[in-house]
């Protein structure tokens, strides 16, 4: 099924978003959804599902429909976010409060391209960087960050409260509270974990 917009042309399948209009909120309906599709606000659109009191979030495999979707429509940026997402239900996902160190050159930017080296407390690991609800974190500033480690073992013993630091290079680039981890219900914890 697609939606019509105001123009009457076909947009993206409804149900590739909604998977089911079960996950809708009483008070919320497609028409709301499809508006912030419009605008190119995925991450928003499907916030309003995940947030839901007991409604399941969406697997892997609805964030790579999706994805394919957006990139079909040309929607970039939000096939990332789909792309982005998909790997974090496959991976895990550290959120952090990130403070940028004043003396790195350049903002920390949103896309989720920036691959710095963190020291983890067990060592050092890659994992790549997108800041949530900015474009990007300015030098000096703080903004809440969602990192996707590239290989889990050594970040698998943080907690909330847990500090790491970013480094491209000396000296250091950042420094980071961790606020939220999850892992894979599937994947092995640190005891079985190897890098």
Known sequence: MTHRDRLGRESVPVGVLLA?????????????????????RWDVAVGVLEELSGASTPGAGFWDEAGRVARAYGMVRSAAWCDWRGDELRQGVVRAEL??????GLPVPRSGELRPLWDVG?????????????EAVAPGAVGT????PLTSGLWRHLVPGDVITMHEGAPVTGRARVVEVRWPDDAPGPQGAVD
């Open 99 to 104: 403070r940028v160190a004043p003396g790195r």
């Open 145 to 148: 960050v969602r990192l996707l």
């Open 122 to 134: 067990r060592g050092f690991a890659v994992a790549r960087v997108w800041v949530e609800g900015e």
């Open 20 to 40: 089911g209009a079960g996950l809708l909120p009483e008070g919320i309906g497609v028409d709301d959804v499809w508006e912030l599709l419009a605008g190119d």
